[in-house]
């Protein structure tokens, strides 16, 4: 499988060939304050606000199907994991695929989250949600730009041994530590996405330096505030997740 990774950089188009090597901007669930979140439709608003890519949320549904919703039950209290596709579909319309939600984001970088937790309800030992995501990327044939990432480092392991090509990462809410890092790189993973609160303003330059020493890209979460946005820039941190993807892109002086 072919796929185009955040660890090439992939710096944006200017005036058709300049390149400038700054931050990705990526959609926290698509443009979610103008379209319902983890939707078609926030993705699609997303591409045209000129985000780079989305992040989005992924479960495996009861009969192995994968579906975009963040949350472990629908908005009716049907747990995905226990219940088919198409019923969770039928009590909740707006809830992709990840089929439909790849296609959406045709050209774009997708950061695809798994969610397999084991403080959730429904979780999976086995992880197949993650060789569901393998597999799905292999029948696309590569033409997909993915990330996978999740909390869980099962997952990601997982992701690893079904299909080394795919990039991988680990999100984390607070530690940013080399020892997570040293982890990763054992591991064979390609980034680190912590939390935004793990890259206060004496430890983000501290943070990017190590990561990028051993291989590993920095792509922060969820980062709205211009200043924030800038001083994470500043940092040299490779991607950053975003409610606000006009807001990041003017704050970089991209719109």
Do not use: Y
């Not at 393998?134 to 869980?152: M, N, P, Q, T, Y």
């Amino acid at each position: 499988m072919t796929t185009t990774t955040l660890l090439e950089r992939e710096a944006a188009t200017c005036e058709g060939s300049m390149k400038t090597d700054r931050p990705l901007v990526l959609a926290h669930r698509g443009a979610r304050r103008v379209a319902a979140e983890n939707t078609v439709e926030a993705f699609v608003r997303a591409v045209a606000m000129g985000a780079d890519g989305v992040e989005l949320d992924v479960r495996r549904a009861a009969d192995g199907v994968l579906v975009v919703h963040h949350d472990a039950t629908t908005r009716g209290g049907d747990l995905i994991a226990g219940t088919p596709a198409a019923v969770v579909r039928a009590a909740q319309p707006e809830i992709p695929t990840l089929t439909e939600a790849l296609d959406a984001c045709a050209g774009r970088l997708v950061n695809v989250e798994i969610k397999n937790s084991p403080l959730e309800p429904g979780f999976d030992r086995d992880e197949r949600a993650a060789d569901a995501v393998v597999a799905l990327l292999d029948e696309r044939s590569g033409r997909d730009r993915v990330i996978v990432s999740s909390f869980h480092l099962s997952a990601i392991d997982r992701v690893r041994m079904g299909s080394p090509s795919v990039p991988t990462g680990l999100l984390t809410v607070t530690r940013a530590d080399v020892t997570v890092m040293d982890r990763l790189v054992d591991r064979g993973h390609h980034a680190l996405h912590p939390g935004r609160r793990a890259m206060s303003r004496r430890r983000a330059d501290q943070v990017v330096a190590a990561a990028h020493d051993r291989g590993l890209q920095v792509n922060v979460w969820t980062v709205n505030a211009p200043a924030t946005l800038t001083r994470l820039r500043d940092a040299g941190v490779d991607g950053l997740i975003t409610d606000v993807p006009d807001v990041a892109r003017a704050t970089l002086g991209l719109s």
